[in-house]
């Protein structure tokens, strides 16, 4: 920590005397030989300042108050000196001015749903560019739920960052697993969430700890599901009375067959199909969360569930994840499919079986 040495010290400025025969009272910080100047907002007659004090003269209530005040001063620089050293700034005259001044953002107190907020409007502004809507909602979403949290276990809706610690994350874990009956790895998504918020505050200089150090954000290992040829097959022979299901169904057998995940299936339009020199049309587009480039083949099942929503408002009805997940469960209760399928069953299927590309082309036809 580098050493310094700072004084304050007040003197009254009479050529700025006012029609009332008063002086401003000024204060300079002196640091390692710089200077930086501020106004203390009193004033007083120069002939009742006591220069060698730095103070003015007498007993009378207003000399008491604007000494008071002075002494305020004075300890408030005292105060922000301490913070700047504890937070590794590198203190000299114009920066302990601006930190009694409070213009250093580093040292305003700040909320948990402050830093938050000011993160999700950052967020809002790289939708589409650099994050997909699917990140910005659950980011929105672990907001929400960090506000029903606090509700619950103090009767608040905010909390100063100073507050956070392992604690508040335990219990914010536990109140996801309890209230929602989450999974660890639905938790872990939200959690990693607040995580990554803490850690903007920590390198802005909010917080000077670190409330996650030993809590370990971590998925769980789990098996992932794969559909058999005969549990496919029998999605996409199954008739359904109910539209929803249908429409569900038809989305999630498109991405069996082309690996598009749910955020690009969501974004999917007419400029990412192009022919090549022989008449075969392929899906080139940029995955959503990657960036990454893919180009598969537009094989004949997902090209006759393009045509049957041909015309529509989108290329294809696709609805919020949530809702798609928990339509897939009753897919595969009417299907008699006892396996826990969600949207992104497809991925690992599409994953599985294009290891051997004509095993696609053979169920597609």
Avoid at 185 to 200: F, G, H, Q, S, W
């Amino acid at each position: 920590m580098e050493r310094h040495t700072f004084t304050t010290n007040f003197f009254v400025s009479p050529a700025k005397m006012n029609k009332k025969g008063l002086a401003p009272i000024n204060a300079t910080i002196t640091l390692n030989g710089e200077r930086a100047s501020f106004s203390t907002g009193k004033s007083v007659r120069p002939e009742d300042w006591e220069v060698s004090k730095q103070r003015v003269k007498g007993t009378s209530v207003t000399a008491k108050s604007i000494n008071e005040t002075l002494l305020q001063i004075r300890n408030k620089i005292y105060r922000k000196e301490a913070e700047l050293m504890e937070r590794g700034y590198v203190i000299n005259a114009n920066i302990l001015r601006d930190a009694f001044l409070d213009k250093i953002n580093a040292l305003q107190s700040k909320t948990l749903c402050q830093i938050f907020d000011e993160y999700l409007a950052e967020l809002s502004d790289a939708v589409g560019i650099s994050i997909s809507s699917d990140t910005f909602y659950n980011y929105s979403r672990t907001l929400v739920l960090l506000k029903e949290y606090m509700q619950k276990k103090s009767d608040r809706n905010d909390i100063a960052l100073q507050e956070l610690n392992y604690s508040f994350i335990e219990g914010f874990s536990t109140f996801l697993r309890k209230e929602y009956s989450q999974r660890k790895n639905t938790a872990v998504k939200y959690l990693r969430c607040l995580k990554r918020v803490v850690n903007i505050a920590i390198a802005n200089r909010y917080l000077t700890f670190d409330p996650f150090l030993n809590f370990k954000v971590q998925r769980e290992v789990v098996d992932k599901v794969f559909l058999t040829e005969e549990e496919l097959r029998a999605i996409i022979n199954k008739d359904f009375a109910i539209k929803r299901l249908e429409r569900v169904r038809d989305i999630f057998i498109f991405c069996c067959f082309t690996g598009l995940s749910y955020s690009d299936v969501k974004t999917l339009d007419k400029s990412h199909f192009e022919t090549d020199e022989v008449g075969r049309v392929w899906i080139k587009k940029h995955r959503v969360k990657t960036g990454v480039l893919f180009r598969v083949p537009l094989l004949p099942i997902p090209k006759l569930i393009l045509e049957k929503y041909k015309g529509g408002e989108k290329l294809l009805p696709v609805i919020d994840l949530s809702s798609t997940d928990a339509y897939l469960k009753e897919i595969a209760d009417l299907c008699e499919i006892n396996k826990r399928i969600s949207f992104h069953t497809a991925r690992h299927l599409n994953s599985s079986y294009s290891l051997k590309t004509r095993n696609l082309q053979r169920l597609s036809t």
